[in-house]
């Protein structure tokens, strides 16, 4: 996933490579900008009590990636984002119950990382699930 921040129109992957160095004020900026991209839909969410989660990386060409290093820094953001919006009271291991990575593929025209949460106290045929 690739974020804009301030005026001079520059990128940045978001991947735990690049997290790692960047200064505190680029980190901060770039999270509440991944917050404001995806504040839309998790308007759209119920409240949840326990979580599980699964994500997707849809890379945008055969470059050999390391997954975890691009969903990590996605899943802390997103979780962030679902506790300073109240959809999750923390993001710890007694409200995301369990974590699934799939394996990646490839997108070409829209590289993304697909992100599904359920209700984890629901978890039946009839399970809710939110795709992002």
């Not at 599904?116 to 629901?122: F, R």
């Amino acid at each position: 996933m690739m974020l804009r921040v301030r005026t001079k129109d520059k990128k940045y992957g978001i991947n735990l490579n690049y997290y790692r160095n960047w200064p505190f004020h680029l980190s901060n900026s770039l999270k509440r900008k991944y917050e404001e991209e995806m504040i839309e839909q998790i308007k759209k969410l119920p409240k949840f009590n326990k979580i599980n989660i699964t994500m997707q990386l849809f890379k945008g060409s055969y470059r050999v990636s390391d997954k975890d290093n691009v969903i990590c820094v996605t899943k802390k953001f997103f979780l962030d984002a679902l506790v300073k919006h109240g959809k999750l009271e923390d993001d710890n291991d007694n409200f995301v119950k369990f974590e699934l990575s799939k394996p990646t593929e490839y997108d070409k025209e829209n590289p993304r990382v697909e992100i599904t949460i359920e209700d984890y106290e629901s978890i039946d045929v009839d399970a809710q699930h939110y795709l992002f």
